[in-house]
Nanobody
Framework: QLQLVESGGGLVQPGGSLTLSCVAS????????IGWFRQAPGKEREGVSC????????DYADSVKGRFTISREYAKNTVYLQMNSLKPEDTAVYYC?????????????????WGQGTQVTVSS
């Protein structure tokens, strides 16, 4: 059974950067597409970014396009979310998730496995 653990969250000032990591165990991530999602207090969960099984295609929410970059490192069974130029509205709990497939999607209902989340707070 696939298990996902996020890390790398914390407190950062506006304009700063953070890199989130999603480490898999139990199975190889090679067989999964991976998505990053976030949920802020009082708001619904939203898709942030996703990457296909082989890393050939990525997608981003309009709100983070040009600032965030998703990548995967197969040798470490890890997916990353590099976040630059952070804004207060980026404050949320960030989750990684996985689904078996060759496509990509930001629709959370299609994802089968979820991590526990990591808190990102952007504040001065």
């Amino acid at each position: 059974q696939l298990q996902l653990v996020e890390s790398g969250g914390g407190l950062v000032q506006p304009g700063g950067s953070l890199t989130l990591s999603c480490v898999a165990s139990g199975e190889s991530l090679d067989y999964y597409a991976i998505g990053w999602f976030r949920q802020a207090p009082g708001k619904e969960r939203e898709g942030v970014s996703c990457i296909t099984r082989w890393g050939e295609s990525t997608d981003y929410a309009d709100s983070v396009k040009g600032r965030f970059t998703i990548s995967r490192e197969y040798a470490k069974n890890t997916v990353y979310l590099q976040m630059n130029s952070l804004k207060p509205e980026d404050t949320a709990v960030y989750y990684c998730a996985a689904f078996r497939g060759t496509g990509r999607t930001l629709l959370d209902s299609l994802y089968d496995y979820w991590g526990q989340g990591t808190q990102v707070t952007v504040s001065s």
